[in-house]
T-cell receptor, first 116, second 113 residues
């Protein structure tokens, strides 16, 4: 079954304690992204990756890091989380090829993060 | 600056009737538009899309209309069913940015019996 998985699904942490949210896809997609969803703001892209070792900033990258060492995995790293990073996070992947119209993005189930 | 706007946070429609969800955009470079549906505790799932070279795309009960001059698109669901109750997000992108979607704020649709 084609899917995007995220772990953990729920996380409560404290300010400044480094954390990593993992994301994995089994569709051999080149493109992967991270989004955060906040009330009244919809989904906003944090970072995206076009392939292994190729990443770039989205609309709201401050306070986040990513890495893409393998095609299937795209972890989101919060080196020093702050309360304003409390949000619902989604990982997504797509088979869209560069220069063509966007292909369907498949989303993971979400990670609800609370930073106290 | 919100480049994709969904001005109605919620919509209630009776089962069997038509649901019309609206979306406006400001960036004229957008050339591909999508609708996603989201249930609670799940990620968004793709529903239907439309390229800017078309003005209508239909898939079963779902039809998306695009008015480029007005920078407006709409999603029609006919007939509406209780299982359609969800949050609907409009999203847009442009050629060469396959991994980047700009989303609207979402409209919560409630289909009542």
């Amino acid at each position: 079954e084609a899917q995007v998985t995220q772990n953990p699904r729920y996380l409560i942490t404290v300010t400044g304690k480094k954390l990593t949210v993992t994301c994995s896809q089994n569709m051999n997609h080149e493109y992967m992204s991270w989004y955060r969803q906040d009330p009244g703001l919809g989904l906003r892209q944090i970072y995206y990756s076009m392939n292994v070792e190729v990443t770039d900033k989205g609309d709201v990258p401050e306070g986040y890091k990513v890495s893409r060492k393998e095609k299937r995995n795209f972890p989101l790293i919060l080196e020093s989380p702050s309360p304003n990073q409390t949000s619902l996070y989604f990982c997504a992947s797509t088979s869209g090829t560069s220069g063509s119209e966007t292909d369907t993005q498949y989303f993971g189930p979400g990670t609800r993060l609370t930073v106290l | 600056d919100q480049q994709v706007k969904q001005n109605s946070p919620s919509l209630s429609v009776q089962e069997g009737r038509i649901s019309i969800l609206n979306c406006d955009y400001t960036n004229s470079m957008f050339d591909y538009f999508l609708w996603y549906k989201k249930y609670p505790a799940e990620g968004p799932t793709f529903l239907i899309s439309i390229s800017s070279i078309k003005d209508k795309n239909e898939d079963g009960r779902f039809t998306v209309f695009l008015n480029k001059s007005a920078k407006h698109l709409s999603l029609h669901i006919v007939p509406s069913q209780p299982g359609d109750s969800a949050v609907y997000f409009c999203a847009a992108s442009y050629t060469g940015t396959a991994s980047k979607l700009t989303f609207g704020t979402g409209t919560r649709l409630q289909v009542t019996l």
